[in-house]
C-alpha cells in the first residue's frame, strides 16, 4: 500500500468538498455511508493537524485509497 505526506489543510478543504457532494447523492446504501464515515474521519483528522502548532504539523499521511476517496468527483 502506498502512503504520502500531505498538507493537511488542503486534504481537509479537498475532504469537505467530498462530504458535499457525498450529502447531494440520492443513493444512502451502506457502501454509501461506509464512504460517508470515511471522508469524515479524514476530514476531521486533516483539520486537527492543520490547526497543530507542533513541530511536524499540518502534514497528514494518507494511504492512496484515501486519497483516491477523497479526489475523486463524486
Known amino acids: 500500500m502506498s502512503y504520502a505526506a500531505l498538507d493537511a489543510a488542503r486534504v481537509a478543504k479537498a475532504a469537505k468538498s467530498s462530504l458535499t457532494a457525498l450529502e447531494q447523492a440520492k443513493e444512502k446504501s451502506e457502501t454509501h455511508q461506509r464512504k460517508t464515515i470515511m471522508?469524515?474521519?479524514?476530514?476531521?483528522?486533516?483539520?486537527?493537524a492543520a490547526e497543530t502548532t507542533q513541530p511536524g504539523g499540518g502534514v497528514?499521511?494518507?494511504t492512496s485509497?484515501?486519497?483516491?476517496?477523497?479526489?475523486?468527483n463524486w
Open 39 to 48: 471522508v469524515e474521519r479524514i476530514e476531521a483528522l486533516a483539520s486537527a
Open 60 to 62: 497528514v499521511t494518507l
Open 65 to 72: 485509497e484515501e486519497f483516491w476517496l477523497i479526489s475523486r
